[in-house]
C-alpha cells in the first residue's frame, strides 16, 4: 500500500494530493522570496514570511514532475536546497518528487543490530549499470552468504555522474544518475523482501563544493569552524537552532519515507558543536523517538577516530545515545600485522598485543600516548557492549585512501586473505565487508570525482597528493577526475567463477554460519572473552564462551609454521574450522579432529591461519 508521511515536512517541495504542493525554504536573510515555477506556462509566485526566516507556499498545479528554483530577493534562481529529485543535475532547477510508492514491506521484520552483519557498496561502481535497481539481481546471493544489512555510500545528489558520495550538496535528493527517488525505494523493498536492513551513509559535517548554495541562503556554515573538505556545519552558531532541523528532518525523512532501517553518520569528529545540548544527542533523540512511533528500530551508526565512548553511551548514563560506531583501531591492528606496514597512522600498531586489546574492548587507545597524533588518545570503553562496535578488515576508507587504492587482496596472500577474514567475522563486534572483499576482487577502489570546474578539479588532484605525504608513498595518484579512474573501481562479479575466488567466498559463507550457529561465537558479549597475545609466535589466542559452549581462536600472523602453547581449559577440543583445509584453497589443514587439552594445549599453526575449537560442557 502507498503510505503517507507520519511527520509533516517543513522544507522543500511536499505533494499535497490532486496536484497541490506545499513549498517551504530558510532565507532568514532575504526580504522576499518568489517561486518560480519552470514549464510552456512559467509562473512566478511570492511566497509569505513565516516565523524565524522560513517561507512557504501553497500552489495548486504543480504535480510531481514540475521544475521550481528560488529566487531571493532580486537575485537569480536557485534550486531548493531540500530538494527531492534534482533530475538534471546539481545546477539546474529542482523537481518535486512523488513520495507515494507501493511498498510491500508490510510483513519485513528488521534484524537486530546484535544480528548485523554489513556489506558496504558503492551504487556506480558495484555493477556496469551503476544503478539503484542493478544492486537488487545481487541480493539473494548477499544473503546466503550470511549477510544481514547492505550500507550504501552516501546517495545524495553530486556532481557529475560519478563520485564517491561525499561531495553531496542536496541531502535529500537521491542521486538522479542511480535512479533517483523511486529507484531508491525500490532497492530498500527488494531488500526487505528478502529480509535484508539498508543502511544509509549520510554526511552531516559538511557540503560538496561544486552545486553548494547552501550559503546563498542562511548561516549553514559557522565560519569559526573548518573542516578538511571546506566549511563546517553551523551547529552551534547564530541561526544553528534551524540548521540543526534542516539535518535532523533529513534524517527522519530517510526512516519515514525510504524505510531506511539505519544510517551511518560519517565523520563524525568533523563536527563541531560546543552546545550545551549536543546536535549528535539531539538528533538520536529523534531519530529514535520516530522510531518508536513507527514500531520498529532506526539505528544510528557513527563514523568516528575519536575513541569517545561517549558517542555509544546511554543518554542516560551521559552519553549521546547512539547506536553503533566504527572502529578504526580493530582495523589498524590488523592491517598492520598482516601488512607490516608502518607509515601514518599505522605506526602507532605492529604488536599481537594491540589486536588482542582490540579484541577485549574494541579500542586499541583508550587513553595512552600515540606517537602518529604525538598525544594522549581515546577514552576506555570498557563499559560498551561489543555490538557498538562495527569493525571490518577492509572499507572504501582504507582502500580508497591509499595512492593506488590497493585492496587487502593485493598486498597479502591468499592466506592472509582467510586469516583477515576470520579475525573479523569470528570477533564479538559487528562485522562489516566491503564489495567484493568476499571473494577476493582485486579491482582498486579509486578515489573518483566528475567535478565541472576546472579549478576545482586541480585543487582536488592536489589534495590527494598532499594527503599521501604522511605515508611516505611518493607516488603519482591516478586523476581522480579521469573517467578511466572510476571504470577500474567497478566490481567484476565474474571473479566468482574463479576456483581460488569461490574457496574465498564459501569460506566467509562458513565463518558467518558458525557465527550464528555457535552459542559462543552468536552471544557477541566482550565479558565471555579472553585474548592473549603471543608475541614471539606472531599467535594471538581468542576464548570465547557462552554456557556450556566454549570456543577458542587461534591465529597465527607468521610466515612460517609456529608451534603455540594456547592457555585453554583442559577437555576435548573438537576442531570446527581450519582455514588451511584444502576445502578453503589451503594447503591441507594438519590437526586433527579432536585435542586434548590439560590446561595447555601444544598445536602447530600453519603459516597465516586461523584455526576454530569447540568445547562443550559434557553435563
Request: one cysteine or more; hydrophobic letters at 40%; aromatic letters at 10%.
Amino acid at each position: 500500500m502507498t503510505e503517507a508521511p507520519a511527520f509533516r515536512p517543513t522544507l522543500g517541495a511536499v505533494p499535497l494530493g490532486g496536484g497541490r504542493c506545499r513549498f517551504g525554504v530558510w532565507a532568514p536573510a532575504a526580504r522576499a522570496v518568489t517561486l518560480h515555477l519552470h514549464g510552456p506556462a512559467d509562473r512566478l509566485l511570492p511566497m509569505a514570511r513565516a516565523d524565524r526566516g522560513y517561507f512557504e507556499a501553497e500552489v495548486d498545479d504543480a504535480p510531481p514532475g514540475t521544475a521550481y528554483t528560488y529566487r531571493l530577493d532580486d537575485g537569480g534562481d536557485l534550486p531548493d536546497p531540500a530538494s527531492r529529485f534534482q533530475p538534471r543535475g546539481v545546477h539546474a532547477p529542482s523537481a518535486v518528487a512523488d513520495p507515494a510508492f507501493p511498498w510491500t514491506d508490510a510483513g519485513y521484520a528488521a534484524p537486530r543490530l546484535a544480528d548485523y552483519v554489513i556489506y558496504e557498496l558503492h551504487v556506480g561502481a558495484f555493477t556496469p549499470e551503476g544503478t539503484f535497481e542493478a544492486v537488487i539481481p545481487h541480493l539473494d546471493r548477499l544473503r546466503d552468504l550470511g549477510v544481514t544489512a547492505i550500507e550504501l555510500m552516501p546517495v545524495a545528489q553530486f556532481p557529475g555522474e560519478r563520485n564517491w558520495g561525499y561531495d553531496g550538496v542536496f541531502p535529500f535528493a537521491p542521486q538522479s544518475s542511480y535512479g533517483g527517488p523511486h529507484g531508491l525505494r525500490r532497492l530498500v523493498d527488494a531488500a526487505h523482501a528478502l529480509g535484508l536492513g539498508v543502511i544509509l551513509d549520510v554526511v552531516y559535517n559538511h557540503v560538496g563544493p561544486e552545486g553548494n548554495y547552501f550559503g546563498r541562503f542562511g548561516p549553514y556554515f559557522n565560519p569559526a569552524y573548518r573542516t578538511p573538505w571546506g566549511g563546517a556545519i553551523n551547529f552551534d552558531g547564530p541561526g544553528s537552532d534551524e540548521v540543526r532541523r534542516y539535518y535532523t528532518e533529513n534524517a527522519l525523512y530517510w526512516a519515514e519515507e525510504f524505510h531506511v532501517d539505519a544510517l551511518r553518520l560519517d565523520a563524525v569528529h568533523a563536527i563541531v558543536d560546543l552546545s550545551a545540548r549536543p546536535f549528535l544527542k539531539e538528533l538520536g533523540e529523534a531519530v529514535h523517538r520516530l522510531a518508536a512511533g513507527l514500531g520498529r528500530h532506526v539505528y544510528l551508526i557513527a563514523e568516528s577516530d575519536l575513541n569517545d565512548p561517549r558517542l555509544v553511551t546511554d543518554v542516560a548514563a551521559g552519553g549521546y545515545g547512539l547506536d553503533a560506531q566504527w572502529a578504526d583501531d580493530f582495523h589498524h591492528a590488523l592491517h598492520a600485522l598482516l601488512t607490516g606496514e608502518r607509515g601514518g597512522y599505522y605506526q602507532d600498531y605492529g604488536s599481537v598485543e594491540d589486536l588482542a586489546r582490540a579484541f577485549r574492548t574494541g579500542y586499541v587507545y583508550s587513553g595512552q600516548y600515540s606517537r602518529f597524533r604525538d598525544r594522549r588518545h581515546g577514552a576506555s570503553p570498557e563499559a560498551i557492549p561489543a555490538h557498538r562496535f562495527v569493525v571490518f578488515a577492509q572499507n572504501h576508507d582504507q582502500i580508497g585512501n591509499r595512492v593506488y587504492a590497493e585492496r587487502l587482496s593485493s598486498l597479502v596472500p591468499f592466506e592472509g586473505l582467510k586469516l583477515a577474514a576470520a579475525a573479523v567475522v569470528l570477533s564479538p563486534f559487528i562485522p562489516l565487508l566491503f564489495m567484493g572483499e568476499e571473494y577476493g576482487e582485486t579491482a582498486p577502489f579509486l578515489y573518483f570525482v566528475s567535478h565541472t570546474d576546472p579549478d576545482l578539479v586541480e585543487a582536488v588532484r592536489a589534495g590527494r597528493k598532499a594527503e599521501f605525504a604522511a605515508f611516505g608513498w611518493g607516488a603519482e595518484p591516478p586523476d581522480p577526475q579521469a573517467e578511466a579512474t572510476f571504470r577500474q573501481a567497478r566490481l567484476r562479479h565474474d571473479r566468482l567463477s574463479d576456483e581460488q575466488h569461490r574457496a574465498l567466498h564459501e569460506f566467509h559463507r562458513e565463518l558467518l554460519r558458525l557465527r550464528r550457529s555457535l552459542p559462543a561465537l552468536a552471544r557477541g558479549e566482550k565479558d565471555a572473552l579472553e585474548a592473549v597475545a603471543l608475541e614471539r609466535e606472531r599467535a594471538l589466542i581468542v576464548r570465547r564462551w557462552a554456557g556450556g559452549d566454549d570456543v577458542a581462536l587461534l591465529f597465527s600472523f607468521s610466515e612460517a609454521p609456529v608451534e603455540v602453547s594456547a592457555p585453554l581449559p583442559p577437555g576435548d577440543w573438537c576442531r570446527v574450522l581450519d582455514s588451511a583445509d584444502a576445502r578453503w584453497g589451503g594447503t591441507g589443514g594438519a590437526h586433527p579432529a579432536r585435542l586434548v587439552s590439560d590446561g595447555r594445549l601444544a598445536v602447530t599453526l600453519a603459516p597465516r591461519s586461523a584455526l576454530a575449537l569447540e568445547r562443550r560442557d559434557r553435563a
